[in-house]
């Protein structure tokens, strides 16, 4: 059956443009989680949902940083006025529900930003 | 805070070599404890899981055990082959008590290469 998937696979934008990073879990999966991965921070939790509701949105960088899920199945983040330091590769996760259930990991988006 | 501390790496060994790689956290409540792999050109995988002190989670020849004395979680294997040149991450989730299911979000320890020769 499909995995998770992400679009773009890669994302190169200028500073200070809005880039949207689309998630689709795995079908029937009602947790969803976001995670950055990059060079001088490793990987870091951003936000996860349950259903369309975010309980925990404590990894959020910045105020520039948001996400939003839909249907209890695709979610958006969204990066504003991007910078520098975003560049990094954006991974969405996704388990049957939240609890000990193994995450399910995409192939992640490459964003760049010049 | 929770964290999660691996090993330096990058590791570098001949194959059927023994393979530690060494994970300590910090944690306040009940983790659960992870291994993921990575393997090149591919997404995090879940390699194997603990989710109480003295168990031992298991999956292709790798083993940790949950040490909640040494806070540790060790990833062993006896004998690595080429196809586990990867890179691995510790990780960990809280329970809210003993029982219960964790909150789901995962804290990553730095990672770990892992390059094995013929």
């Known amino acids: 059956g499909a995995g998770v998937s992400q679009s773009p696979s890669n994302k190169v934008t200028e500073k200070g443009k809005d880039v949207e990073l689309r998630c689709d879990p795995i079908s029937g999966h009602t947790a969803l989680y976001w995670y950055r991965q990059s060079l001088g921070q490793g990987l870091e939790f951003l936000i996860y949902f349950q259903g369309n509701s975010a309980p925990d949105k404590s990894g959020l960088p910045s105020d520039r940083f948001s996400a939003e899920r839909t249907g209890g199945s695709v979610s958006t983040l969204t990066i504003q006025r991007t910078q520098q330091e975003d560049s990094a590769v954006y991974l969405c996760?996704?388990?049957?529900?939240?609890?000990?259930?193994?995450?399910?990991f995409g192939p992640g988006t490459r964003l760049t930003v010049l | 805070g929770n964290s999660v501390t691996q090993m330096e790496g990058p590791v570098t060994l001949s194959e059927e070599a023994f393979l530690t790689i060494n994970c300590t956290y910090t944690?306040?409540?009940?983790?659960?404890l992870f291994w993921y792999v990575q393997y090149p050109g591919e997404g995090l995988q879940l390699l194997l899981k603990?989710?109480?002190?003295?168990d031992k989670g298991s999956n292709k020849g790798f083993e940790a055990t949950y040490r909640k004395e040494t806070t540790s979680f060790h990833l062993e294997k006896g004998s690595v082959q080429v196809s586990d040149s990867a890179v691995y991450f510790c990780a960990l989730s809280l329970r809210a008590n003993a029982g219960g299911t964790s909150y789901g979000k995962l804290t990553f320890g730095q990672g770990t290469i892992l390059t094995v020769h013929p």
């Open positions: 944690a306040t409540g009940y983790p659960s």
């Open positions: 996760a996704s388990s049957a529900r939240l609890g000990n259930n193994e995450q399910f």
């Open positions: 603990a989710t109480k002190a003295d």
